[in-house]
């Protein structure tokens, strides 16, 4: 049980394109959802948290433009990376959790972007 | 939230139990203790999870004291397999917004 996918597992894209990842609580419907960013040898960084049928909260220093969080449904949340650069190359994580009070999350497999 | 301190890295041998200690002086009341595992290129991966005293699963033991001011996360046995990045996270209750914030990790690695 709480299993998280994401996909696509990996992209390449060109530099100003626009890129969305999705991600998707199987068999647990999750209340809120949060998104993670991580580069070579370095943390997980939190960039925002979703929740379903509201606006996403971003932390600081995250541009809420540049990264567009979309949690349409308990079972799904995407992110879209607009006018994708070099810089925004990285591997991102999404977990979910399903319970109120203790909030176990459950993390995806990652998505590794690639920005050319 | 409160900050988590571990050491940033460990060796072991195959067959030795593994002790990470983590230190977290400023945990609220309602703040649970959970710890994860990553390997590279992957998601982290839920081990164990406690509020106090003693916890143990399939996998692991997780100590924490009466004062919950740290917490002891045990490996029995080890093996190759379990070289990977092991975190130590406080907070995830609702009335934080269900958030955790990642420290830097313990970088465990197993040798033959």
Known sequence: ????????????????????????????????MFWYRQFPKQSL???????????????QGVEKDKFLINHAS?????LTVTSAHPEDSSFYICSATHSVGRETQYFGPGTRLLVL | LAKTTQPISMDSYEGQEVNITCSHNNIATNDYITWYQQ???????????????????????????????????SLPRVSLSDT???????????NQGGKLIFGQGTELSVKP
């Open chain 1, 1 to 32: 049980g709480a299993v998280v996918s994401q996909h696509p597992s990996w992209v390449i894209c060109k530099s100003g394109t626009s890129v969305k990842i999705e991600c998707r609580s199987l068999d647990f419907q999750a209340t809120t």
């Open chain 2, 84 to 94: 990977a990045v092991y975190y130590c996270l406080v907070g995830g209750h609702y």
């Open chain 1, 74 to 78: 308990l079972t799904l949340s995407t």
């Open chain 2, 39 to 73: 390997f590279p290129s992957q998601g982290p991966r839920f081990i164990i999870q406690g509020y106090k005293t003693k916890v143990t699963n399939e996998v692991a033991s997780l100590f924490i004291p009466a004062d919950r001011k740290s917490s002891t996360l």
């Open chain 1, 45 to 59: 960084m939190l960039m925002a948290t979703s929740n379903e049928g509201s606006k996403a909260t971003y932390e």
